[in-house]
C-alpha cells in the first residue's frame, strides 16, 4: 500500500501517521535495487508501467481573486458550475458528475444518483471518457479556485496534447 500527495508527501506502511520521507526514500533504494537485478533502471522501469497501464498527466491550475469581491466571484464559479454541469468538456463526454457538498454522484449514462457517503465539501469532480477527469475546489486557505485535471495517453506525447487541450477548456469554464 501506498499513498502520496501532490506536494510529494509519501506514506507507506501504517508506523508513521504522516508523510515519512525516509520511509519512502528506503523504498525507493529497495525497488532500484531489485529492478537493478533484472537490468533495468527505475526509469525503465517507469517506462514499463507507462507502456502497459498508459501516460497519466496531471495539471492543476489555481486562479487568484483578492478581497471580499474575489471571494464572491469564487462563490459565483462554483454555483455556476454546481447548477449547471456539463455534458461535455471539450471533446470528452462527462460519464460521471460528483458533487461533494451535496452528497450526490450522478451517472450521466443511465441518469442514476447515489450519495457520495463523504463528508459534506465543496467540491466538484467530473469523471470523462478514456479516464480522463477534473476536480474543482476553492482553496480553503487561499482566495484561489483550483482546477485540476488528468488524462490517460497512449504515449508521452499524447497524454501531454490531451492535458494541453483539457486544460484550456477548464480555462474557458472559469471565465464563463
Not at 466538484?124 to 482553496?139: K, Q
Request: net charge negative; proline share 3%; with cysteine.
Amino acid at each position: 500500500m501506498f499513498g502520496f500527495e501532490e506536494s510529494y508527501g509519501c506514506l507507506i506502511g501504517t508506523h508513521a501517521r504522516d508523510k515519512d520521507g525516509i520511509a519512502a526514500v528506503m523504498a525507493l533504494c529497495e525497488a532500484a535495487a531489485y529492478y537493478k537485478e533484472k537490468g533495468y533502471t527505475l526509469w525503465d522501469q517507469m517506462i514499463n508501467i507507462y507502456e502497459k497501464y498508459g501516460y497519466y498527466k496531471e495539471y492543476t491550475v489555481s486562479i487568484t481573486r483578492e478581497g471580499a469581491s474575489g471571494a464572491e466571484e469564487i462563490k459565483q464559479m462554483m454555483e455556476k458550475m454546481r447548477n449547471n454541469p456539463p455534458k461535455a468538456l471539450g471533446k470528452y463526454r462527462v460519464l460521471e458528475f460528483r458533487d461533494y457538498k451535496l452528497d450526490v454522484i450522478k451517472n450521466n449514462l443511465t441518469g442514476d444518483s447515489i450519495n457520495t457517503g463523504l463528508p459534506n465539501s465543496n467540491v466538484l469532480y467530473y469523471g470523462l471518457e478514456n479516464d480522463a477527469w477534473c476536480c474543482v475546489r476553492p482553496s480553503g486557505t487561499e482566495p484561489k479556485i483550483k482546477f485540476y485535471m488528468g488524462v490517460k495517453g497512449k504515449s508521452e506525447d499524447d497524454a501531454e496534447k490531451q492535458l494541453k487541450e483539457l486544460t484550456k477548456v477548464m480555462e474557458e469554464q472559469a471565465r464563463m
